[in-house]
């Protein structure tokens, strides 16, 4: 069965520290990858979005990620996050016409 | 972008009673919408696919008679829970597509149910 796995649940940053969340998904066809962001509080925001092309996806917010097809993984970065990237971060994949979404990832950063 | 309304936003319901939950689609036509469910600090499940002027496509799991979804309009789609039980309290979010690129959504701020 199709899936996503995020294998980051809880991740600690400081301030100007450099991050990269996981994730996996497991289907041999056609996907479209996407990560999206949920701040405390508020609804699911989308972050950056792959269908095609360039690997490497600029998102919003200083965002990017990078597909890579022969592992199946499409992991979220920032070079500096800021104590305001405090958040949920979803991962998720369109198998045929459904958006399945990863286990999340939260993320606390300190000042 | 595109703005997904839900309402209410919270509510609170004895159990063994119905509650309805709406999702409007407010600028923009939308021909799929979709139902999740949120448990805390847990992931979306996706609990079913609805398709204007069709019946409703329910993942593996979910009761279809529990969970009634309707979608009679292209700017509206409703989920009601059937004799609500304290373990349906949940968040539930729904989300919908403008069609054009697939999987794209836009998110409802979600409604938080409670059942005593």
């Known amino acids: 069965a199709q899936s996503v796995s995020q294998h980051n649940h809880h991740v600690i940053l400081s301030e100007a520290a450099s991050l990269e969340l996981g994730c996996n998904y497991s289907y041999g066809g056609t996907v479209n990858l996407f990560w999206y962001v949920q701040y405390p509080g508020q609804h699911l925001q989308l972050l950056l979005k792959y269908f095609s092309g360039d690997p490497l996806v600029k998102g919003i917010k200083g965002f990017e990620a990078e597909f890579i097809k022969s592992k199946f993984s499409f992991n979220l970065r920032k070079p500096s996050v800021q104590w305001s990237d405090t958040a949920e971060y979803f991962c998720?994949?369109?198998?045929?016409?459904?958006?399945?979404f990863g286990t999340g990832t939260r993320l606390q950063v300190f000042p | 972008g595109a703005v997904v309304s839900q309402h209410p936003s919270r509510v609170i319901c004895k159990s063994g009673t119905s509650v309805k939950i709406e999702c409007r689609s407010l600028d923009f036509q939308a021909t799929t919408m979709f139902w999740y469910r949120q448990f805390p600090k847990q992931s979306l499940m996706l609990m079913a696919t609805s398709n204007e002027g069709s019946k409703a496509t329910y993942e593996q799991g979910v009761e279809k008679d529990k969970f009634l979804i309707n979608h009679a309009s292209l700017t509206l789609s409703t989920l009601t829970v059937t004799s609500a039980h304290p373990e349906d309290s949940s968040f539930y979010i729904c989300?919908?597509?403008?069609?054009?690129?697939?999987?794209?959504?836009?998110f409802g701020e979600g409604s938080r149910l409670t059942v005593l």
């Open positions: 989300s919908a597509r403008a069609g054009g690129i697939p999987g794209e959504l836009f």
């Open positions: 998720a994949v369109t198998f045929t016409d459904k958006l399945i």
